[in-house]
């Protein structure tokens, strides 16, 4: 049973898998980053610097605070500028693995559209077919009966 695990756990899918996800983990902290860096400030330059970290509704009277943090603590609230950054940040990781994805299908149409290399032909099959066509030379030559 252990042996059989061990080619499981070993096989290739299953640790290209675990690269893949350790990849996605660094990539998500990436992703974050400039979502939180790059474009949220732009977007609230556009928006007239609304910060959507702090947009909720609140969903008792009890709720007075005019921060999220502080509201939360007052009673329920529906955090509605957390999922605005969690979409845009969705929004920008599909794009880029749109890209990539779109860069290496071009990459693997490219690598089908070249021509196959030609390699040289080894010398006892030129022999061969040498000896073909010698054969077939008498063969024309001979006269039929």
């Known amino acids: 049973m252990l042996k059989e695990f061990k080619e499981f756990a070993l096989r290739g899918n299953m640790v290209d898998l675990a ?29 007239g610097g609304v910060d959507f970290s702090n947009k909720f509704i609140a969903l008792s009277s009890g709720v007075t605070a005019s921060n999220l943090v502080d509201a939360r603590t007052q009673g329920p609230v529906l955090a509605y500028g957390n999922f605005l950054t969690l979409t845009i940040n969705f929004l920008i990781v599909a794009f880029i693995l749109f890209l990539v994805v779109k860069a290496m299908n071009r990459l693997k149409r490219q690598e089908e559209a070249k021509p196959p290399e030609i390699s040289e032909v080894p010398r ?22």
């Open 19 to 47: 690269i893949g996800i350790i990849i996605g983990a660094a990539f998500s902290g990436l992703v974050n980053a400039i979502v939180a860096d790059l474009f949220m400030p732009i977007v609230a330059v556009i928006t």
């Open 124 to 145: 006892n099959e030129k022999l061969l077919e040498e000896i073909r066509d010698l054969m077939a030379v008498a063969t024309e030559r001979t006269p039929r009966v």
